[in-house]
């Protein structure tokens, strides 16, 4: 059973350009979540999507999105990217339920200069 | 608001010995806690999930307990061995939502 895959591992952007990043959960898990990872603030919650809704969403600015299509992939996409925008982003996949557990793609390595 | 904390922040052991991590969080309505294992610029691996009708799970040498009344979990690593270096995540869901809340995390380092 394929893991959960994350394409391109590694990614060098410009400020200001916009970046989509892609996430291909485990087959038959419906909600896929993102983190950002970071020295100075460790893991922290981006967004969740569950059947194409996103249904959490955490303290990020505007210029974070995401969406899910039917076939569960999601993407994130990054906007007017900062150079604080450089982190490692990380997708999570799980089956419904509020107790299943969670599985993580290896993550995208983003660096913006 | 959940939020977790891990102590130590690091910690170094020789080979053989029996080792224990501790997460503490604040949201005793926590209904699991997951351990996750993150090698140095890789993602994250599931190594436990307890939900909270249960105290313990355990994997091979590892072995995580969740006391919800105290709010904490332990992670429980015997005769630790140079593979097991890496850096340990514990993380909970917050507020009832599927969002995991995580710990600064523990690096751990087994000399040989």
């Known amino acids: 059973k394929a893991g959960v895959t994350q394409t391109p591992r590694y990614l060098i952007k410009t400020r200001g350009q916009q970046v989509t990043l892609s996430c291909s959960p485990i087959?038959?898990?419906?909600?896929v979540s993102w983190y950002q990872q970071t020295p100075g603030q460790g893991l922290q919650f981006l967004f969740e999507?569950?059947?194409?809704?996103?249904?959490n969403k955490g303290n990020f600015p505007g210029r974070f999105s995401g969406r899910q299509f039917s076939n569960s992939r999601s993407e994130m996409n990054v906007s007017t990217l900062e150079l604080g925008d450089s982190a490692l982003y990380l997708c999570?996949?799980?089956?419904?339920?509020?107790?299943?557990?969670?599985?993580f793609g290896q993550g995208t390595r983003l660096t913006v200069v | 608001k959940q939020e977790v904390t891990q102590i130590p922040a690091a910690l170094s052991v020789p080979e053989g010995e029996n080792l224990v991590l501790n997460c503490s969080f604040t949201?005793?309505?926590?209904?699991?806690l997951q351990w996750f294992r993150q090698d140095p610029g890789k993602g994250l691996t599931s190594l436990l999930l307890?939900?909270?009708?249960?105290r313990e799970q355990t994997s091979g040498r590892l072995n995580a307990s969740l006391d919800k009344s105290s709010g904490r979990s332990t992670l429980y690593i015997a005769a630790s061995q140079p593979g097991d270096s890496a850096t340990y995540l514990c993380?909970?869901?917050?507020?009832?939502?599927?969002?995991?809340?995580f710990g600064s995390g523990t690096r751990l380092q087994v000399q040989p």
């Open positions: 999570a996949s799980s089956s419904p339920g509020g107790g299943a557990e969670a599985f």
């Open positions: 087959s038959g898990h419906r909600s």
């Open positions: 999507y569950f059947s194409e809704t996103q249904r």
């Open positions: 949201d005793s309505a926590i209904y699991n």
């Open positions: 307890i939900q909270s009708s249960q």
């Open positions: 993380a909970g869901p917050s507020g009832g939502r599927r969002a995991l809340t």
